[in-house]
C-alpha cells in the first residue's frame, strides 16, 4: 500500500460562505483533509503560521493578496523536512486570490519531489482550481502532479462522498 501525506492549510473563524461571512469551527479544508485521510489512509499535517491572520475575512484577505503581490514566504510554526517516505502527497488549501496561501509555498519550496505523486485539493466559494495545478508544477519540481479537485466550501462538509472518491482514483 502506498504511503500518503495529506499536507494541508485550513482557516477557521470568519470565512466568506455563499456570498456572505459565517464564522466556522472547523476549516473546509481541514474537513476535506480528514475526508482523504478516511477514504486512503495517510498522515495529515496542518501548515501553521506563526503570524496569524486577521480573525476578520476582510483584513485577512488583505493580507493574503499582500503576500502574494509579494510572494511572501511567511514563517511557520512547524515544518516537514522530509517526505521520502510518502509516494503521495494531497496538497490541500483555500484558494486565497486564485492559488494557495503563500503558507503552503513556504512549506512545498523546502521539500523534495522528485519521483513523487501529487494531488491538489481546493476549498473555494467560486474559484475552482485557480492557478493551483500550474503553480504546484512550478514548485513540485520532480512531481507527476495529478488531476485536481475543487471543493465548494460552504459545501465541504457535505463533499465526503466525491472527496473520497476521487482521492481513491488519486492512487
Keep these: 500500500m502506498a504511503n500518503n501525506l495529506i499536507l494541508y492549510y485550513s482557516r477557521t473563524g470568519e470565512n466568506y460562505w455563499n456570498g456572505g461571512i ?9 474537513i476535506a483533509a480528514e475526508y482523504i485521510q478516511k477514504a486512503v489512509g495517510g498522515d495529515l499535517f496542518q501548515v501553521e503560521t506563526v503570524q496569524d491572520y486577521p480573525k476578520d475575512y476582510y483584513s485577512c484577505i488583505d493580507v493574503a493578496k499582500q503576500e502574494l503581490r509579494a510572494q511572501a514566504r511567511p ?10 517516505q510518502y509516494d503521495n502527497i494531497f496538497v490541500c ?10 503558507a503552503m509555498f513556504t512549506q512545498l519550496e523546502q521539500l523534495d519531489f ?28 520532480g512531481a507527476v502532479i495529478g488531476k485536481g479537485l475543487a471543493v465548494h466550501g460552504a459545501d465541504a462538509a457535505k463533499s465526503e462522498s466525491a472527496v473520497a472518491a476521487w482521492a481513491r482514483k488519486c492512487i
Design 22 to 30: 459565517k464564522d466556522i469551527a472547523k476549516g473546509n479544508t481541514e
Design 75 to 84: 514563517a511557520l510554526k512547524r515544518s516537514l523536512d522530509t517526505i521520502s
Design 93 to 102: 488549501g483555500p484558494c486565497w486570490w486564485g492559488t494557495f496561501p503563500m
Design 114 to 141: 522528485t519521483g513523487k505523486h501529487v494531488f491538489p485539493l481546493m476549498t473555494h466559494e467560486g474559484s475552482g482550481l485557480g492557478s493551483c495545478e500550474r503553480d504546484l508544477k512550478k514548485v513540485c519540481k
